[in-house]
């Protein structure tokens, strides 16, 4: 399960027992507007397909990168190594200040060994 917290901007990867999981979420959804997300089944009632998301609508390409960036567990630099594209230019992508370009989201994704597709998926 993927769940998303908006604002403080945090995604969370959930395995287990359902009631496991939506105790952690009960006890989020206190403090923070949560949306949860998922790619397959629904594990919980409150659950939608990710792409069906608000939340994920809003999303732009250069966040998508951050999101997989942070899912592999990668600095903007090291992202940089393995892309060949600078540093400076992935922060530029991922804060928004600079479109991501087909190429260099072919680039990043590839050193993340993702889809790019999977950057531009969120709804227009």
Request: proline residues 2%; hydrophobic residues 40%; aromatic residues 6%.
């Amino acid at each position: 399960m993927l769940a998303l917290v908006k604002t403080p901007r945090i995604e969370l990867s959930l395995a287990g027992n359902n009631k496991g999981i939506n105790e952690i979420i009960k006890y989020l959804q206190k403090e923070y507007q949560v949306e949860v997300l998922v790619d397959s089944e629904n594990i919980i009632d409150e659950a939608i397909n990710v792409f069906d998301s608000e939340l994920f609508a809003d999303i732009k390409p250069g966040e998508m990168v951050a999101s997989y960036r942070l899912k592999h567990g990668l600095t903007q630099k090291e992202l940089a190594e393995k892309s060949g594209i600078t540093q400076t230019n992935i922060s530029a992508y991922e804060s928004g200040k600079r479109n991501l370009t087909r190429k260099a989201a072919e680039k990043l994704a590839n050193a993340l060994g993702e889809n790019a597709d999977k950057f531009f998926m969120a709804k227009k």
